[in-house]
């Protein structure tokens, strides 16, 4: 766990073995804290069962950010069961969905080793876009393309460009125990306290 006084953390924990129950789990960056990444790790299905990480923009001018639905690719890194469709969507906090993908055009291969993100194998069926959005605040929601399907996901969030700070990570995930816990994820500077660290529910 990281030292709290690296963030303020807010954390609703529910765990029962056997039982699929709703999480929140929330971070706050500290005053003048940049972050590069944002990640949470999650069990997604459809419809209700979706993963929803909300992510705030800080007053400045548009930015630039790099959004990843992975699924198919965690397979490659030892987690169980991992969701081998995601679809990825952005949407404001109005409600209106502003962008969204299924797959990945391979373009963004040079983004993602721009930010330092792990590569992605070619055609694979994990989910990405670029964005360039206003200050506010956003939802980046992962879902199963089929109904009735589950699996592991991963949604990341990376900063691009621009000065306006990413300032916040909340997710809100289905939780089990063993392999699909929630784990949430922020990267800063190597500079900065608390460079990299996870929270896991």
Do not use: C, H
Request: hydrophobic content about 45%; charged content about 15%.
């Amino acid at each position: 766990m990281p030292p709290l006084d690296s963030f303020k953390r807010s954390v609703l924990r529910v765990i029962t073995a056997g039982l699929l129950l709703p999480t929140f789990v929330a971070w706050w960056a500290p005053d003048g804290e940049r972050l590069l990444n944002l990640s949470s790790r999650a069990l997604v299905g459809s419809g209700a069962d979706v993963m929803i990480a909300g992510f705030v923009i800080e007053p400045g001018p548009e930015k630039e950010i790099l959004v990843r639905a992975i699924g198919p690719a965690l397979g490659g890194y030892g987690v169980q069961n991992p969701l081998q469709d995601p679809v990825l969507q952005i949407v404001d906090a109005n409600g209106r969905m502003i962008a969204s993908n299924v797959g990945w055009p391979e373009v963004l291969a040079e983004k993602f080793a721009e930010v330092g993100a792990f590569a992605l194998g070619p055609g694979s069926a994990d989910a990405a876009l670029v964005a360039k959005l206003a200050p506010g605040a956003y939802t980046a929601v992962a879902r199963s393309v089929q109904d009735g399907t589950w699996g592991n996901a991963l949604i990341e969030i990376y900063d691009l460009a621009g000065v306006a700070r990413l300032s916040n990570l909340s997710t809100r995930a289905n939780v089990q125990a063993n392999d699909s816990l929630v784990i949430a994820w922020r990267s800063s500077p190597p500079d900065q306290t608390g460079s990299d660290s996870p929270m896991t529910t």
